[in-house]
Each structure stands twice: as structure tokens, then as C-alpha cells.
């Protein structure tokens, strides 16, 4: 499955969530079918896709403890322009259940599965915490963006989270870093901008080339439950995730390319 995302950081408050949601509405609005998949039991991509979180018939908890399919689960065509899995309190307890069964890493894979060929990307917003639901989705992806503020800190918690990538390697070897997100960027800070230049140092194209700012429509349209696009389509803050969906894509097409490229290699080594 080319085409499931996993958005990740073990560190709260560096935009995560405001960018999953943000970049499927904007790939939405490029023609692009679209599955965002809420594995945070705060719900905020849920809230933030004009869905009540705790008014839903089924969320990702259902999912993930296999009493619905995937397509039982998805709610279509939210006020944000994409289909959704919603996420709520409930997966707390899916997490507790997930860890008494055992050997569950690779639940959500099996019911994205089904559905997968519906749709040109599947998005999975994870909590801020290597949990069973963050593995499940760092199990299911292809690719991990990992959004992150450019401060001293979220370099220690970049650490963690690319050793945690690599150990999850040996489960999922496709699962590669697709790209790393400055957030809540203030071209102000010149920590911000000493930082950014160290992530383009060490990381060099992993980096995305779009900066989401700091920005005040951006911060409100949660609130409305719109992404940004929709509450603000002039904002900064939207015309910044535009950029990144397409910058997204032409990443992604290069991504697939290189994987096609390589199959006849692997084809001629199985031979």
C-alpha cells in the first residue's frame, strides 16, 4: 500500500494534527480522493473535519478492535472535503485491549487493506506518544511526515522518534521518512532560523521545501471546525498548504517511481 501516511512526534503542540488535516483538505481540493484516519483519542482531526467526535456510530475504535470493517467506519465526505475515519476517548480503550491480545501491530494495515484502492492517499494523524495506535499506524504507512517546530527541543524529540522509525523497520521495511514539516514558523526567531538551517544540514532534501507559518486564520479555523482553506482560502496559513500538497505530490510521484524502477531488480534477485 504506496499510498497511507503516517503523520507523527512523540512531542505534543508542533502542529500535527493542523497539518494533517490541512494538507487532505488541500489535496482534496486538488482532485485528489482522500481517507484521513484519527488515531488520537483527543479527536482534534476528528473536531477539526466538522465532525462531532463524540456523535459518531463508529470510529476508529471499532476499527481497530475488528467489530466494523473499514468501510463501515468511514463517514464520507466531510465538510473538509475528504472521507474520514473519526477518532475519539474511546481509543484509550482500544490501546489497553491491544496491548493484552498481543502481537496487534498490524490491525489497522489489514482493514486499510480493503479499502486502500478507493483513494489516492490515506492520511493517519497519530497521538503525541509512541503508544499500540502509533505503531499500528507506523505499521500500515509507506511514509512518516513528521511536523515539527524549529526549536532546540524538538531536535531532542526528532532523535527519539527517527530511532523509534528505524526500529519499526525490521516489522514494516517499507516504512521510510517521507518528509520532516516546519511548523508555527516565526522567520523573526533566530533560533527558528538557526534550526531550520541545521535540519536542511542534516536531513538535506528529507526537508520539505514549504514552511508552514505562524498565523493567526490558521490557528482559528479548528475552532470552526474547517481546515484552513475553507475558513480563509487568502490566509497565509492556507497558502501554505497548498504548496506543501502539491510539493507533496510531486514528492510522492518521484517516490513511486523510484519503487517501480527497482522492481525489476528485486524480480531478477528472486529469480
Same mark, same amino acid.
Given at each position: 500500500?504506496?499510498?497511507?501516511?503516517?503523520?507523527?512526534?512523540?512531542?505534543?503542540?508542533?502542529?500535527?494534527?493542523?497539518?494533517?488535516?490541512?494538507?487532505?483538505?488541500?489535496?482534496?481540493?486538488?482532485?485528489?480522493?482522500?481517507?484521513?484516519?484519527?488515531?488520537? =483519542?483527543?479527536?482534534?482531526?476528528?473536531?477539526?473535519?466538522?465532525?462531532?467526535?463524540?456523535?459518531?456510530?463508529?470510529?476508529?475504535?471499532?476499527?481497530?478492535?475488528?467489530?466494523?470493517?473499514?468501510?463501515?467506519?468511514?463517514?464520507?465526505?466531510?465538510?473538509?472535503?475528504?472521507?474520514?475515519?473519526?477518532?475519539?476517548?474511546?481509543?484509550?480503550?482500544?490501546?489497553?485491549?491491544?496491548?493484552?491480545?498481543?502481537?496487534?501491530?498490524?490491525?489497522?494495515?489489514?482493514?486499510?487493506?480493503?479499502?486502500?484502492?478507493?483513494?489516492?492517499?490515506?492520511?493517519?494523524?497519530?497521538?503525541?506518544?509512541?503508544?499500540?495506535?502509533?505503531?499500528?499506524?507506523?505499521?500500515?504507512?509507506?511514509?512518516?511526515?513528521?511536523?515539527?517546530?524549529?526549536?532546540?527541543?524538538?531536535?531532542?524529540?526528532?532523535?527519539?522518534?527517527?530511532?523509534?522509525?528505524?526500529?519499526?523497520?525490521?516489522?514494516?521495511?517499507?516504512l521510510q521518512v517521507f518528509g520532516l514539516l516546519?511548523?508555527?514558523?516565526?522567520?523573526?526567531?533566530?533560533?527558528?532560523?538557526?534550526?531550520?538551517?541545521?535540519?536542511?544540514?542534516?536531513?538535506?532534501? /528529507?526537508?520539505?521545501?514549504?514552511?508552514? =507559518?505562524?498565523?493567526v486564520r490558521l490557528a482559528e479555523a479548528p475552532?470552526?471546525?474547517? =481546515?484552513?482553506?475553507?475558513?480563509?482560502?487568502?490566509?497565509?496559513?492556507?497558502?501554505?498548504?497548498?504548496?506543501?500538497?502539491?510539493e507533496f505530490l510531486r514528492r510522492n510521484q /518521484?517516490?513511486?517511481?523510484?519503487?517501480?524502477?527497482?522492481?525489476?531488480?528485486?524480480?531478477?534477485?528472486?529469480?
Amino acid at each position: 500500500m504506496r499510498n497511507i501516511y503516517a503523520f507523527a512526534n512523540q512531542k505534543g503542540g508542533v502542529g500535527k494534527t493542523t497539518s494533517c488535516v490541512n494538507l487532505a483538505a488541500s489535496l482534496a481540493k486538488l482532485n485528489k480522493k482522500v481517507l484521513l484516519v484519527d488515531l488520537d =483519542p483527543q479527536g482534534n482531526a476528528t473536531m477539526g473535519s466538522g465532525v462531532d467526535k463524540n456523535a459518531v456510530e463508529y470510529s476508529a475504535n471499532e476499527l481497530l478492535l475488528a467489530q466494523v470493517k473499514a468501510s463501515e467506519a468511514i463517514i464520507p465526505q466531510t465538510p473538509a472535503g475528504y472521507d474520514l475515519i473519526a477518532g475519539n476517548s474511546d481509543l484509550t480503550a482500544a490501546e489497553v485491549i491491544l496491548l493484552k491480545q498481543g502481537q496487534q501491530e498490524h490491525v489497522l494495515a489489514k482493514a486499510l487493506a480493503l479499502v486502500a484502492k478507493r483513494y489516492d492517499f490515506i492520511l493517519l494523524d497519530c497521538p503525541p506518544s509512541l503508544n499500540m495506535l502509533t505503531v499500528n499506524a507506523l505499521a500500515a504507512a509507506v511514509g512518516v511526515v513528521i511536523a515539527m517546530q524549529c526549536e532546540y527541543f524538538a531536535l531532542e524529540g526528532l532523535t527519539d522518534l527517527l530511532n523509534t522509525i528505524q526500529q519499526l523497520q525490521s516489522m514494516n521495511p517499507q516504512l521510510q521518512v517521507f518528509g520532516l514539516l516546519r511548523t508555527l514558523y516565526d522567520n523573526r526567531n533566530r533560533l527558528a532560523s538557526e534550526v531550520s538551517n541545521q535540519l536542511i544540514e542534516h536531513f538535506g532534501n /528529507k526537508v520539505f521545501q514549504t514552511i508552514i =507559518p505562524r498565523n493567526v486564520r490558521l490557528a482559528e479555523a479548528p475552532s470552526y471546525g474547517l =481546515p484552513v482553506c475553507l475558513y480563509d482560502k487568502n490566509s497565509r496559513g492556507a497558502s501554505a498548504y497548498l504548496a506543501l500538497a502539491s510539493e507533496f505530490l510531486r514528492r510522492n510521484q /518521484k517516490q513511486n517511481e523510484s519503487l517501480v524502477a527497482k522492481a525489476p531488480m528485486v524480480a531478477a534477485t528472486v529469480e
